[in-house]
């Protein structure tokens, strides 16, 4: 279909009156991997939740469309059940919610009545298994006394068990020890070779290139100070990972 | 004033028909003066709390041995488990030892549930009993009654059992009830309760409790129903090694008003104790909390901790918490934490970015608030039960 795809255009958001994001335009196609790679404070995260629709993000001007439904129009709750996904960077503790639980309402909200209790059970051993959780997991309260690599193995799995259209992942390797992050380039992996999320397109937030090594992006986009200032492929990582951003500011100073 | 005669003589009046095997006619009297000249010692009304605790009394017209149902099921062969007025005639001894000795009869309703007390249940476990399954009494009350269930149970050295009343029915009732709890050297007694009575119930609850050397002993309970409902729940620890728990949650929705006071007194050292407390209030609902610690002077070696968490749903909902920390010796652990607060947006926004609609998150939340309060009730039949009650406040 023509209108597929997670289409950013001209987004402008702003953050307690001031403009953080300065007219954004990208788009995610189904099964693709973008990466959004930029130094601390360029607005990555502040796209994120403008996406997901945070009551503390105003998007001023700008329309985004996740295959053909106009997003900004939706409260977040409906975002989520239209496709979209954020892996948080600092997701919220809530205690006596056990994740089980927690896990399953989602489940019910974004896919109603579409697997049974004993097979959702069996879906979620197997990806934990894939995140190397242990089963105890399950019974613990949502996110309260995890560590930061707990909470964004819990990210993933919930990642894995919703199988959205589209993933924005924020930060998701930040903070990550180099077994941590296997254990999340494998459950991309896992979920991209699987039929639920064969199709799922991402959108990598990250402003270190190494989660790349673990999934390879298709295209990679530099954003610095609200604006997206260069577009390509792996390579533009590469070159990140030698310059670091240095590089690229000179060279849009030049153009500029 | 309580004291005036047209209040005094119909109450006086009305303790003729009770049991005089049980407690005999003079006792019953001093029990109704204390009742009747005993200040609540609670906070006046306020701008949000407008009912005068030291006003309140049942009407006399209304008192009748049948205003009240009691089921007792016990599975344990050993236990002790009976109505109070067959107590009375058939294991009067063993009643001795409990009834009248925690000093429940002290405070203002306590005093007022002695003076009354006939309807009610015994429950005695023999040294090293183990009751695997839970006691279980059930109080229904009747419409427009006043009715006194009062509950006696006495553990001896080394029994363990848990002990689980249920309140239920009374509309329009005024229902005042006791608790004593007397246990000896290392048992093990958790006494819970859930309160589920009619909205136009008033209800005042008295529950104390003296654990004997190196016991363990808790109270949980769950104040879900009655327009109005009161509790005071003691421990008074006068031995050495004791554990004791104290876990009330409460959830005051429409134009209920709960008021309750927690107090464990430490009178001799080496004890641990623990209070917790959850409430949450909503539309018009009216709360306030006093949680006492007391720790005398000799009580060396104490560790007493009290925590305490509010949430406020509505903006016309209210809950005032007031913890009182009491310390007179100097090599003691006291703790006290306390939270008042609205929901979280934070926690709103990520399960809706899960899909959750907003007003599923608020309820996922408020009752995750509860859960750690509702893990401490005993049995899961129980936990269960609660958890619907407050949902259906939610609802």
């Given at each position: 279909m023509?209108?597929?795809?997670?289409?950013?255009?001209n987004?402008h958001?702003?953050?307690?009156?001031?403009?953080?994001?300065?007219?954004i335009d990208?788009?995610?196609?189904?099964?693709?991997?973008?990466?959004?790679?930029?130094?601390?404070g360029?607005g990555?995260s502040?796209?994120?939740f403008?996406l997901?629709g945070?009551p503390?993000?105003?998007?001023?001007k700008?329309?985004v469309?996740?295959?053909?439904?106009?997003?900004?129009?939706?409260?977040?709750?409906k975002r989520?059940r239209a496709?979209l996904?954020l892996?948080f960077?600092y997701?919220?503790?809530i205690p006596?919610?056990?994740?089980?639980?927690?896990?399953?309402?989602a489940?019910?909200?974004?896919?109603p009545?579409?697997?049974?209790?004993a097979k959702?059970?069996?879906?979620?051993?197997?990806k934990m298994?894939l995140l190397?959780?242990?089963?105890?997991?399950?019974?613990?309260y949502?996110?309260?006394?995890?560590?930061g690599?707990?909470?964004?193995?819990?990210e993933?799995l919930?990642?894995?068990?919703?199988?959205?259209?589209?993933?924005?992942?924020d930060e998701?390797?930040?903070g990550?020890?180099?077994?941590?992050?296997k254990?999340?380039?494998?459950c991309?992996?896992?979920l991209?070779?699987?039929?639920e999320?064969r199709?799922?397109?991402?959108?990598?937030?990250?402003?270190?290139?190494?989660?790349?090594?673990?999934?390879?992006?298709?295209v990679?986009h530099?954003m610095?100070d609200?604006?997206?200032v260069?577009?390509?492929?792996?390579?533009l990582?590469?070159r990140?990972e030698?310059?670091?951003?240095?590089?690229?500011?000179?060279?849009?100073?030049?153009i500029? | 004033?309580?004291s005036?005669?047209?209040?005094r003589?119909?109450?006086?009046?009305?303790l003729?028909?009770?049991d005089?095997a049980?407690?005999p006619p003079?006792?019953?009297?001093?029990?109704?003066?204390a009742?009747?000249?005993?200040?609540?010692?609670?906070q006046?009304?306020?701008?949000?709390?407008?009912i005068d605790?030291?006003?309140?009394?049942p009407?006399?017209?209304?008192?009748?041995?049948?205003?009240?149902?009691?089921?007792?099921?016990?599975?344990?062969p050993?236990v002790?488990?009976c109505?109070l007025?067959?107590?009375?005639r058939?294991h009067?001894?063993?009643?001795?030892?409990?009834?009248g000795t925690?000093?429940?009869g002290?405070?203002k309703f306590?005093?007022l549930a002695?003076?009354f007390?006939g309807?009610?249940?015994f429950?005695y476990?023999?040294?090293?009993?183990?009751?695997?399954?839970?006691i279980v009494?059930?109080?229904?009350?009747?419409?427009n009654?006043?009715?006194?269930?009062y509950?006696v149970v006495?553990?001896?050295r080394?029994?363990?059992?848990?002990v689980l009343?249920?309140?239920?029915g009374?509309r329009?009732?005024?229902?005042?009830?006791?608790v004593?709890a007397?246990t000896?050297?290392g048992?093990?007694?958790?006494?819970?309760?859930?309160?589920s009575?009619?909205a136009?119930?008033r209800?005042?609850s008295?529950?104390?409790?003296?654990?004997?050397?190196n016991?363990?002993?808790?109270?949980?309970?769950a104040?879900?129903?009655?327009g109005?409902?009161?509790?005071?729940?003691?421990?008074?620890?006068?031995?050495?090694g004791?554990?004791?728990?104290?876990?009330s949650?409460?959830?005051p929705t429409?134009?209920?008003?709960?008021?309750?006071?927690?107090?464990?007194?430490?009178?001799?050292?080496?004890?641990?104790?623990?209070?917790?407390?959850k409430?949450?209030?909503?539309?018009?609902?009216?709360a306030?909390?006093?949680?006492t610690?007391?720790i005398?002077?000799?009580?060396?070696?104490?560790?007493?901790s009290?925590?305490?968490?509010?949430?406020?749903?509505?903006?016309r909902?209210?809950?005032?918490?007031?913890?009182?920390?009491?310390?007179g010796a100097n090599?003691?652990k006291a703790?006290?934490?306390?939270t008042v607060?609205?929901?979280?947006e934070?926690?709103?926004?990520?399960?809706?970015?899960?899909?959750?609609?907003?007003?599923?998150?608020?309820?996922?939340i408020?009752?995750?608030?509860?859960?750690?309060?509702?893990?401490r009730?005993?049995t899961e039949?129980l936990?269960e039960?609660?958890?619907?009650?407050?949902a259906?406040?939610?609802?």
């Amino acid at each position: 279909m023509a209108d597929q795809g997670l289409r950013i255009a001209n987004l402008h958001c702003n953050v307690a009156g001031n403009e953080i994001l300065k007219g954004i335009d990208l788009m995610v196609e189904p099964g693709k991997v973008h990466a959004l790679m930029g130094p601390n404070g360029s607005g990555k995260s502040t796209l994120a939740f403008s996406l997901t629709g945070h009551p503390q993000y105003q998007v001023t001007k700008g329309t985004v469309a996740l295959d053909g439904t106009d997003l900004l129009e939706l409260a977040p709750d409906k975002r989520a059940r239209a496709g979209l996904f954020l892996s948080f960077q600092y997701p919220a503790a809530i205690p006596g919610v056990k994740v089980a639980n927690f896990l399953h309402a989602a489940r019910q909200a974004e896919r109603p009545g579409d697997l049974p209790p004993a097979k959702f059970r069996a879906l979620l051993l197997e990806k934990m298994d894939l995140l190397g959780m242990d089963p105890s997991f399950m019974g613990r309260y949502l996110n309260d006394g995890f560590s930061g690599g707990e909470k964004k193995r819990l990210e993933m799995l919930q990642l894995a068990v919703l199988a959205p259209k589209y993933a924005v992942l924020d930060e998701t390797d930040s903070g990550l020890d180099v077994d941590a992050l296997k254990a999340v380039g494998e459950c991309i992996a896992a979920l991209r070779a699987s039929d639920e999320g064969r199709n799922t397109g991402f959108l990598i937030i990250t402003h270190y290139p190494r989660i790349l090594q673990h999934v390879a992006p298709d295209v990679v986009h530099v954003m610095i100070d609200g604006r997206i200032v260069k577009t390509g492929d792996a390579d533009l990582a590469h070159r990140i990972e030698r310059e670091g951003y240095d590089g690229i500011r000179e060279e849009i100073g030049a153009i500029a | 004033m309580l004291s005036a005669t047209a209040v005094r003589t119909p109450l006086h009046d009305a303790l003729g028909a009770s049991d005089a095997a049980l407690l005999p006619p003079e006792d019953r009297a001093r029990a109704l003066d204390a009742f009747l000249t005993t200040p609540s010692g609670r906070q006046k009304p306020s701008r949000f709390w407008r009912i005068d605790l030291d006003t309140i009394a049942p009407d006399a017209r209304a008192i009748a041995p049948n205003a009240v149902a009691v089921d007792i099921q016990n599975a344990s062969p050993r236990v002790v488990a009976c109505d109070l007025i067959t107590a009375a005639r058939e294991h009067a001894p063993l009643l001795r030892r409990a009834f009248g000795t925690s000093g429940a009869g002290t405070t203002k309703f306590g005093a007022l549930a002695r003076a009354f007390a006939g309807t009610g249940a015994f429950v005695y476990v023999p040294h090293d009993a183990d009751a695997a399954e839970p006691i279980v009494i059930t109080y229904t009350m009747a419409e427009n009654s006043a009715a006194f269930p009062y509950t006696v149970v006495l553990a001896e050295r080394g029994a363990r059992a848990t002990v689980l009343e249920r309140f239920a029915g009374g509309r329009d009732a005024f229902v005042c009830a006791a608790v004593e709890a007397v246990t000896e050297e290392g048992s093990d007694l958790h006494c819970a309760a859930h309160q589920s009575l009619d909205a136009g119930a008033r209800w005042f609850s008295t529950r104390t409790a003296r654990p004997g050397r190196n016991a363990r002993f808790a109270w949980t309970s769950a104040e879900a129903g009655a327009g109005l409902a009161v509790l005071d729940l003691t421990v008074a620890i006068a031995q050495p090694g004791i554990d004791a728990g104290i876990t009330s949650l409460f959830f005051p929705t429409g134009n209920q008003h709960v008021d309750v006071v927690s107090t464990v007194d430490h009178a001799v050292g080496d004890s641990t104790s623990h209070t917790h407390v959850k409430s949450a209030a909503t539309g018009a609902g009216q709360a306030r909390y006093l949680g006492t610690i007391r720790i005398a002077p000799h009580a060396q070696g104490s560790d007493a901790s009290l925590r305490d968490d509010a949430l406020l749903l509505s903006k016309r909902a209210h809950i005032d918490s007031v913890p009182a920390l009491e310390i007179g010796a100097n090599d003691v652990k006291a703790y006290h934490g306390a939270t008042v607060g609205a929901l979280d947006e934070e926690q709103i926004f990520y399960l809706e970015s899960r899909g959750i609609e907003r007003a599923a998150a608020e309820r996922t939340i408020a009752l995750g608030f509860f859960e750690p309060a509702i893990d401490r009730f005993p049995t899961e039949a129980l936990r269960e039960e609660l958890r619907a009650a407050l949902a259906s406040k939610l609802a």
